[in-house]
């Protein structure tokens, strides 16, 4: 009997790991043990990377030193701001530069004095938002600004975009994005990172594969089309025959149904309190009120129209939502995705160096057999 063929290996379990767990039919994420909705809207980004790579929430004073050795890689190697500048001046997408940039982030000195093993993890980590807003402000044709040793990862990163210090509340928000998304089992790039790792290759190599993953529409580049839809309709009363006409055209409505979660997804419900906390105080009050109308509306039209489809609000759609109020636009919503999702890579990578064992998944071949080979003066076309 032939080996069954699973087609993009759906059913199949390449990995046994701790760090992250998901029901699609359950509607459950946990990570490290925590249920998502427990953790990601206290911790701090850095209390997450210390739980995702070490499996131990950290004390106080474990975490300080963390937050001081993360401070300590925010300076950029030389090459990278000239990757960053070449790219700027051709206009490429955020995406694009921060996949060149990355590359070089091996060259960066390790002020802590270890090995470059032992450094490089916190360097990706610690650079990955500093890449982002050099670039972003490289664009406006505005100078990077410096990273401030005072303020932790999410903080940094917002004041690095701006040259201001956030709100509490922003920063809060963009706490619980990067938790929320931080990991989520063995998506397509995380999987790229393992199988790169497994070959014994570098986890900054490993990382930048994942990174080419990310940027395909089918994994990372939904949010901002999401939101696009909502500016569309533009008002409450144009919801409903606006996605009406969209279902009957047989198109696809952005931020709903998933892939794996046939319930909704438990990273919509974490967002959308981080959204409903964040446009108290901050953000358009109008538009979060339409979104949650049209989130509403788009519901019950999928129930309608396509029953038993099981579509649900997915990560999509209040992400777009809670990085809009935080103040981010569009063109930033996948690059920062990856300033979450990267500390899931690495610790996936590391799980995958203590298992040491090569990713060799085989393949069906369908072509022809029995060819014969013919010199080309007797091809004729």
Known sequence: MAPQTMPGLDGVIAAETRISGVDG????????????????GGATFEEMVTLLWNDVLPTG???????????????????TLEVLKAAAASKMPVMDALLMAAA?????????????????????????????????????????IAARPNLGHA?????????????????????????????????????????????????LSAVVGALGALK???????????????????SAERAEPVLRAALERGERLMGFGHRIYKVRDPRA????????????????????ALALHVERTALRLLDEIKPGRRLHTNVEFYTA???????????LFA???????????????????RFDRLIRPQSAYTGDRNRKWMPIEQRHG
């Not at 039919?25 to 990601?40: R, Y």
């Not at 050795?69 to 030389?78: E, H, V």
């Not at 395909?216 to 533009?234: N, Q, S, T």
Request: one cysteine or more; hydrophobic letters at 45%; charged letters at 15%.
């Open 25 to 40: 039919e359950a509607g459950e994420l946990v990570i490290a043990g925590f249920p998502l909705e427990e953790i990601a």
């Open 155 to 203: 903080a940094n990163y917002l004041t690095m975009l701006t040259g201001s210090a956030p709100a509490a509340e922003q920063v809060r928000a963009l706490e619980t994005y990067l938790c929320t998304v931080a990991d989520h089992g063995l998506n397509a790039s995380t999987f790229t990172a393992r199988v790169i790792v497994s070959t014994r290759s570098d986890i």
């Open 104 to 144: 070089t982030l091996r060259l960066s000195a390790h002020p802590t004095g270890e090995s470059e093993s032992s450094a490089s993890i916190e360097g990706i980590l610690a650079q990955f938002p500093v890449v982002v807003a050099a670039y972003w402000r490289l664009l406006q044709g505005e100078e990077p």
């Open 321 to 331: 939502l809670l990085l809009h109020g935080i103040g981010l636009p569009s063109e």
């Open 216 to 234: 395909g529409p089918l994994h990372g580049g939904a949010p901002g089309p999401a939101l696009d839809m909502v500016f569309e309709i533009g």
């Open 61 to 79: 004073p474990e975490l300080a030193r963390f937050t001081s050795r993360l401070a300590a890689f925010r300076n950029l190697p030389a090459v």
């Open 335 to 353: 690059p920062t995705f990856a300033i979450g999702r990267v500390a899931g890579w690495i610790a996936h990578c590391l799980e995958q160096q």
């Open 269 to 288: 419900d974490v967002l959308a309190a981080a959204a409903s906390r964040l446009y108290s105080t901050e953000g358009d009050k109008d538009l979060y």
